[in-house]
């Protein structure tokens, strides 16, 4: 079992920095993979970054936050983070930010936490 937990959402106004962070807990040693996900209200669920365990070169984005997010991940005795840089915000990024992560044999993301809030206002 893989717990989740996310910090470091908050409002700030456009053109402003956010970092939210992640930590994974419990039985990670079989994680292979992380991602940032977000949704805001009548919106579709979207990948917002993801990234390969103790692989940076492996970290992809969705089109609408490249060049202004970058997602990286830490690997400690009893815990992974997982972090998200996010840069010059847009109105259109408010949403619940969730952390989430997967096993190595298998390619949906099955491990969830419980969201930080994102508000960015114009």
């Known amino acids: 079992q893989v717990q989740l937990a996310e910090s470091g959402g908050g409002s700030v106004q456009a053109g402003g920095s956010l970092r939210l962070s992640c930590v994974a807990s419990?039985?990670?040693?079989?994680?292979?993979?992380m991602a940032w996900f977000r949704q805001a209200p009548g919106k579709e669920h979207e990948r917002v970054a993801s990234?390969?365990?103790?692989?940076?070169?492996?970290?992809?984005?969705a089109e609408s936050v490249k060049g202004r997010f970058s997602i990286s991940s830490e690997i400690t005795r009893d815990t992974l983070n997982l972090y998200l840089q996010m840069l010059s915000l847009k109105p259109e990024d408010t949403a619940m930010y969730y952390c989430?992560?997967?096993?190595?044999?298998?390619?949906?993301?099955?491990?969830w936490g419980q969201g930080t809030q994102v508000t960015v206002s114009s």
């Open positions: 989430a992560a997967r096993r190595c044999s298998v390619t949906a993301f099955e491990n």
């Open positions: 419990g039985s990670t040693y079989n994680q292979c993979s």
């Open positions: 990234i390969d365990i103790g692989n940076p070169n492996s970290a992809t984005y």
